[in-house]
T-cell receptor
């Protein structure tokens, strides 16, 4: 079946450091790929997405490129801020008859220190 | 728009009790989903729905029931609570099921079964 593997955390960085969170996937078809972010005490919200190979999703300084050859969708940001502290989830969508089923990775906690 | 709302925010249940988790969306979305999030794990799909009267099982449906009588509401029912159902429950919705469709999440319900 489909699955998503992302790097374990927590990841602790100083403000303005470079961020990479690795994500790889296994899928039988051709999925869409997502990064969702969960800030403390809140629900998940979409950070960025990509729907086909070599697409780059970007938002709020974060970027990720859909790499079909390496089945990866790594999240990057050039300079993190304290406000980026959150849990980041990589996910893929598996279209079922009754809706897009999202398959999530375990999540990576990011802590940014000032 | 309030988006996706969930009640209650937190609940403690005794083993064998039953309860209903409420979920409402005001975005006129056709598709709705229930996920559970266990500590250190990604979200897992419990049930989903394409519209009033149409639901289908996700990855972990055992011990739960759903109904969808209106577009706005998608309640999740636990009939005989068990400690294994201690988790955080998220409701989500999406307008369509197209490739790359974004799901919008509620703030979650934290359930503790003792």
């Amino acid at each position: 079946g489909n699955s998503v593997t992302q790097m374990e955390g927590p990841v602790t960085l100083s403000e303005e450091a470079f961020l990479t969170i690795n994500c790889t996937y296994t899928a039988t078809g051709y999925p869409s790929l997502f990064w969702y972010v969960q800030y403390p005490g809140e629900g998940l919200q979409l950070l960025l997405k990509a729907t086909k190979a070599d697409d780059k999703g970007s938002n709020k300084g974060f970027e990720a490129t859909y790499r079909k050859e390496t089945t990866s969708f790594h999240l990057e940001k050039g300079s993190v801020q304290v406000s980026d502290s959150a849990v980041y989830f990589c996910a893929l969508s598996d279209s079922g008859e009754y809706g897009n089923k999202l398959v999530f990775g375990a999540g990576t906690i990011l802590r940014v220190k000032s | 728009n309030a988006g996706v709302t969930q009640t209650p925010k937190f609940r403690i249940l005794k083993i064998g009790q039953s309860m209903t988790l409420q979920c409402t969306q005001d975005m006129n979305h056709n598709y709705m989903y229930w996920y559970r999030q266990d500590p250190g794990m990604g979200l897992k799909l419990i049930y989903y729905s394409v519209g009033a009267g149409i639901t289908d099982k996700g990855e972990v449906p055992n011990g739960y029931n759903v109904s969808r009588s209106t577009t706005e509401d998608f309640p999740l029912r636990l009939e005989l609570a068990a400690p294994s159902q201690t988790s955080v429950y998220f409701c989500a919705s999406s307008y369509n099921r197209g490739r790359g469709e974004t799901q919008y999440f509620g703030p979650g319900t934290r359930l503790l079964v003792l």
